[in-house]
C-alpha cells in the first residue's frame, strides 16, 4: 500500500500558509540574507573583522571538529539534500534559522522553505543529571518517506519543537506543541510522524519545587556555581508519539513504530562491537575492538558474511582511526574515512573492493565531517583552515572535491593571514600540532607578539574551542596566533595493558599532573618551535584558554613563569577549596576518584604546581576572565587572590549563559574585548605595567 502522503487538510495548509506569510513579511535583514550574502557584498580587499565571523552561517555546530551526527539529510529518491542554516545576529541578540533544499545537481540553486529564529540547546546527562552546557543540538531534519514533507526542530518560546514542511509549496503542515523540549524526530516507514519529548523531565521539575516547600536537602544534585535547586536526574526518558503529518489521529507511539534503526536481525554480533553497517550482498562490515572493553584498544574492520563466516581486513590502514563506513556501487566495495598521519591530524578516505589492497583516495588536513552517500558521491561538509564550512561532493573514485553549496561566498573575497601547519613532539615523544596564522601586515622593524588560541585546530580556524579568540581577526590587529591542537592524552602512552576503563585513564593522567605535564610540554615545545622562526617577540606572548585550557593556562602560568605576558580565560582558574566545593558534591567524589585530596586532607602538595595562591609570586601578568554567570562563582577564589595582590585582573559576567556561551551579542563582546585586551597589554608603552 502506497506510504501516507504528507499533505495536511486545506484548512490547515491555509492557515499555516497565511502564517508563514506573515512571519516572511516582518523577517529581518540578517534571516532574508540568509542565502544571498547581501550584507557582506563589498568585501574585497579588507581583512576579516569580528562581525564576520559572527556574521557566518552555519550548518550544523561549530565543534571544530567531527560532529557526531550529521546535518545533512538525503531525499528518499537521493536527489536532493536538505540541511539547516543558523546565523547568529547581535543587533537583536537572537538566531535566524532555515530550513534549505538544494539538488544535488551541477549549478542547482538553494531554496529556503522555512524560517524560524531562536538556537536550540543539546541537553546532556553529567554525574548522573541533566545539564545544558550551551552547545547547540545538531539540528537534522528527517524527510517523510514519499518525498513530500520534511520535519525539523524549531524553537517556539524557547521549547524545542518538530515542525513539519511541505516541500512542494513550502508551507507550514504541522508544529507540535509539547509543553517540554522534543528532542527527537522521525518518519515511520508508512509515513507517519513520530516526535519523542520529556513529560518526565517536568515531572521531576515538580518534584523538586514541592520539595522547595520544605526546603532542599543538599545532596549530588546540588551544583552551586549553576542553581540554588537540585538538578533533575539523568537521562530524562523519551516518550515518543504518532501522528499523521498535519498532526491528526495523535497517540503514543507503540513500539514497532519507535524501533526507528532495527538493524539486520541476523547479523553475528561479536564482542566488542563498535559499529556494524550491513551490505547489499549478504555482508556487514563491522568494526570491532581488537581488546574489547579496553578504552585503549583500536577498532579493526571485519567483514562478517550471513553464513556465519567472518574475514578481518589485514592491511595495516584497517586496525585504527576508522570514523565513517559507506557501502558504494551496490555493495560491492566499501569506502571509510579515518584519522591518520601526524598526531592523527590528517582525514585519509579509502576505497576497498574487499579483495585486493585497500586505495587511498584523498589525504588531507582539511575538515570533512557529516557524509551522506548519494548514487556516486558523498556529501559531506568541508573546511578549511580558511575557509569556513560548506557542503562538497566528494568523487568516489578519485577523492576530488567540487562545490555544492557555500552558505559564505563573500568570505573568500576577505584577505586572511597565511596559514602554516606546524608538526613537533612534546617531551614523552607524543606527536603534536598546531597552526600558525601570520598578520597579513607584519611590522617591517620589530618583532610580533604571539597569542595561542586552544585546544582544537581542526578545520576552519574561527574562535577555539568555545569561540571567543578570533584568530584572523587577532591576526588582523598584527598579531601571530598558534592555534594548538591538545595532544592525546597521556594514558594512551601506556601500553602494558593496566588501563582499561574511564576511571583508570583518569587516575594515571591526574597521577602526578601526568596529563597536564604532557600539555604543558607540547605547548612550550610549540611556542619554542613558532619563536626560532625569529619574528616573535617573545616578551609579548600571550595565552587563552576555555574550559581544559584554562587548565592548561593555569599550570603554565605556575610552571612557566615569565613565559606569558598576558593570558585571558573563559572559566574560572581550579582552586584547593572552591573546586570541590562550588562544582557540587557529585564532581567533588569525582575528583577524589581521580587522585585529588579530599578536603578533610592537606591540600599544600597536591596543589603546589597548580595554585594560583600557592604561586602569587610567579605570575605578574594581566589576567581577563570573561565567564557566564553560572560559573563565575568558581573564578573568585583565585580572583579575590590575584586583586589582593593588585596583580592586573578584571572579570566580566555573562548572564543568562552557560559553559559554552551563546547569545550573539555577548560573544561579539567578547571577541573585541580580547582585542583590546590584548592590544592595550602589548602596546610598548603598557608592558611595565604588569611588571
Known amino acids: 500500500m502506497r506510504s501516507v502522503v504528507c499533505l495536511a487538510v486545506c484548512a490547515s495548509v491555509f492557515a499555516a500558509a497565511s502564517q508563514a506569510k506573515a512571519a516572511t513579511i516582518e523577517t529581518p535583514s540578517v534571516c532574508r540574507d540568509l542565502l544571498d550574502d547581501g550584507l557582506n557584498r563589498?568585501?574585497?580587499?579588507?581583512?576579516?573583522?569580528?562581525?564576520?565571523?559572527?556574521?557566518?552561517?552555519?550548518?550544523?555546530?561549530?565543534?571544530?571538529?567531527?560532529?557526531?551526527?550529521?546535518?545533512?539529510?538525503?531525499?528518499?529518491?537521493?536527489?536532493?539534500?536538505?540541511?539547516?542554516?543558523?546565523?547568529?545576529d547581535p543587533v537583536r541578540n537572537d538566531y535566524c534559522q532555515a530550513l534549505v533544499r538544494i539538488d544535488i545537481t551541477d549549478g542547482a540553486r538553494p531554496q529556503i522553505i522555512d524560517m524560524a529564529n531562536g538556537l536550540i540547546m543539546d541537553a546532556q546527562t553529567i554525574r548522573g543529571f541533566q545539564t545544558i552546557n550551551g552547545s547547540p543540538t545538531t539540528n537534522s531534519p528527517r524527510w517523510s518517506p514519499?518525498?513530500?514533507?520534511?520535519?525539523?526542530?524549531?524553537?517556539?518560546?524557547?521549547?524545542?519543537?518538530?515542525?513539519?514542511?511541505?516541500?512542494?509549496?513550502?508551507?507550514?503542515?504541522?508544529?507540535?506543541?509539547?509543553?517540554?523540549?522534543?528532542?527527537?524526530?522521525?518518519?515511520?516507514?508508512?509515513?507517519?510522524?513520530?516526535?519523542?519529548?520529556?513529560?518526565?523531565?517536568?515531572?521531576?521539575?515538580a518534584e523538586i519545587d514541592q520539595q522547595g516547600r520544605?526546603?532542599?536537602?543538599?545532596?549530588?544534585?546540588?551544583?552551586?556555581?549553576?542553581?540554588?535547586?537540585?538538578?533533575?536526574?539523568?537521562?530524562?526518558?523519551?516518550?515518543?508519539?504518532?501522528?499523521?503529518a498535519s498532526g491528526a489521529d495523535m497517540r503514543p507511539a507503540n513500539s514497532d513504530e519507535f524501533v526507528i534503526n532495527p538493524g539486520n536481525p541476523d547479523e553475528r554480533k561479536p564482542e566488542g562491537l563498535m559499529r556494524s553497517l550491513p551490505g547489499n550482498h549478504n555482508v556487514t562490515a563491522q568494526l570491532v575492538q581488537k581488546d574489547p572493553g579496553s578504552i585503549t584498544s583500536p577498532a579493526e574492520l571485519w567483514l562478517q558474511y550471513t553464513d556465519g563466516r567472518r574475514r578481518r581486513c589485514d592491511d595495516p590502514v584497517c586496525a585504527d582511526g576508522i570514523l565513517n563506513m559507506w557501502w558504494v556501487e551496490n555493495g560491492q566495495k566499501l569506502l571509510f574515512l579515518r584519522r591518520a598521519g601526524w598526531g592523527k591530524s590528517e582525514l585519509q578516505l579509502y576505497r576497498w573492493d574487499m579483495q585486493s589492497t585497500p586505495s587511498l583516495i584523498l589525504k588531507t588536513d582539511d575538515l570533512i565531517t557529516g557524509c551522506q552517500?548519494?548514487?556516486?558521491?558523498?556529501?559531506?561538509?568541508?573546511?578549511?583552515?580558511?575557509?569556513?564550512?560548506?557542503i562538497v561532493r566528494v568523487d568516489m573514485s578519485t577523492g576530488v572535491l567540487t562545490n555544492l553549496f557555500d552558505p559564505n561566498p563573500s568570505f573568500r573575497g576577505l584577505r586572511k593571514g597565511r596559514v602554516q601547519r606546524l608538526h613537533w613532539t612534546n617531551d614523552i615523544g607524543i606527536e603534536s600540532f598546531g597552526d600558525l596564522v601570520l598578520p597579513r601586515n607584519p611590522p617591517r622593524n620589530g618583532k610580533m607578539p604571539l597569542i595561542v588560541v586552544q585546544y582544537l585546530t581542526r578545520?576552519?580556524?574561527?574562535?577555539?574551542?568555545?569561540?571567543?579568540?578570533?584568530?584572523?581577526?587577532?591576526?588582523?590587529?598584527?598579531?601571530?596566533?598558534?592555534?594548538?591542537?591538545?595532544?592525546?592524552?597521556?594514558?594512551?602512552?601506556?601500553?602494558?595493558?593496566?588501563?582499561?576503563?574511564?576511571?583508570?585513564?583518569?587516575?594515571?593522567?591526574?597521577?602526578?599532573?601526568?596529563?597536564?605535564?604532557?600539555?604543558?610540554?607540547?605547548?612550550?615545545?610549540?611556542?619554542?618551535?613558532?619563536?626560532?622562526?625569529?619574528?616573535?617577540?617573545?616578551?609579548?606572548?600571550?595565552i587563552t584558554g576555555l574550559s581544559d585550557?584554562?587548565?592548561?593556562?593555569?599550570?603554565?602560568?605556575?610552571?612557566?613563569?615569565?613565559?606569558?605576558?598576558?593570558?585571558?580565560?573563559?572559566?574560572?582558574?581550579?582552586?584547593?577549596?572552591?573546586?570541590?566545593?562550588?562544582?557540587?558534591?557529585?564532581?567533588?567524589?569525582?575528583?577524589?576518584?581521580?587522585?585529588?585530596?579530599?578536603?578533610?586532607?592537606?591540600?599544600?602538595?597536591?596543589?603546589?604546581?597548580?595554585?594560583?595562591?600557592?604561586?602569587?609570586?610567579?605570575?605578574?601578568?594581566?589576567?581577563?576572565?570573561?565567564?557566564?554567570?553560572?560559573e563565575y562563582i568558581m573564578a573568585l577564589e583565585s580572583y579575590g587572590i590575584l586583586k589582593a595582590h593588585r596583580r592586573p585582573a578584571e572579570l566580566y559576567v555573562f548572564p543568562r549563559e552557560h559553559h559554552i556561551k551563546s547569545e550573539p551579542i555577548h560573544r561579539l563582546s567578547i571577541y573585541n574585548r580580547n582585542i583590546d585586551w590584548f592590544k592595550f597589554w602589548f602596546a610598548k608603552d603598557k608592558m611595565h605595567l604588569s611588571e
Open 214 to 244: 520544605h526546603g532542599f536537602l543538599y545532596d549530588d544534585g546540588f551544583i552551586p556555581k549553576r542553581d540554588a535547586r537540585p538538578s533533575i536526574r539523568g537521562p530524562v526518558p523519551i516518550e515518543f508519539h504518532s501522528s499523521t
Open 42 to 88: 563589498n568585501v574585497e580587499g579588507r581583512g576579516v573583522t569580528t562581525a564576520d565571523l559572527i556574521g557566518l552561517r552555519d550548518i550544523g555546530p561549530n565543534f571544530g571538529t567531527d560532529l557526531p551526527e550529521s546535518p545533512l539529510a538525503l531525499s528518499p529518491d537521493g536527489k536532493s539534500l536538505a540541511f539547516v542554516v543558523s546565523r547568529a
Open 549 to 630: 585550557g584554562v587548565s592548561t593556562v593555569q599550570f603554565a602560568l605556575v610552571n612557566s613563569p615569565g613565559l606569558f605576558a598576558a593570558a585571558s580565560i573563559s572559566t574560572g582558574f581550579q582552586a584547593p577549596k572552591s573546586t570541590q566545593i562550588y562544582g557540587g558534591s557529585a564532581w567533588a567524589k569525582e575528583l577524589v576518584a581521580m587522585g585529588y585530596p579530599p578536603l578533610n586532607d592537606d591540600q599544600t602538595e597536591f596543589w603546589s604546581n597548580v595554585s594560583i595562591e600557592e604561586n602569587i609570586e610567579k605570575i605578574n601578568l594581566p589576567i581577563l576572565m570573561q565567564i557566564s554567570d553560572n
Open 459 to 542: 578545520g576552519f580556524l574561527r574562535g577555539g574551542v568555545g569561540d571567543e579568540y578570533p584568530i584572523f581577526p587577532f591576526a588582523e590587529h598584527g598579531f601571530a596566533v598558534l592555534s594548538l591542537q591538545r595532544p592525546t592524552d597521556y594514558y594512551r602512552t601506556i601500553k602494558d595493558g593496566s588501563v582499561r576503563t574511564a576511571a583508570d585513564a583518569y587516575v594515571v593522567n591526574q597521577q602526578n599532573w601526568n596529563d597536564r605535564r604532557s600539555v604543558q610540554s607540547a605547548l612550550t615545545k610549540g611556542i619554542e618551535l613558532v619563536v626560532s622562526r625569529g619574528d616573535i617577540d617573545t616578551t609579548r606572548i600571550g
Open 146 to 205: 514519499d518525498g513530500r514533507c520534511i520535519v525539523y526542530l524549531v524553537s517556539v518560546h524557547g521549547v524545542p519543537q518538530g515542525r513539519v514542511i511541505s516541500v512542494g509549496d513550502a508551507s507550514v503542515v504541522f508544529t507540535t506543541t509539547s509543553a517540554t523540549a522534543v528532542r527527537r524526530i522521525a518518519w515511520t516507514p508508512n509515513g507517519r510522524l513520530l516526535f519523542g519529548n520529556e513529560p518526565e523531565a517536568a515531572l521531576r521539575e
Open 373 to 390: 552517500e548519494a548514487a556516486s558521491t558523498l556529501i559531506c561538509l568541508h573546511e578549511a583552515s580558511n575557509r569556513p564550512r560548506r
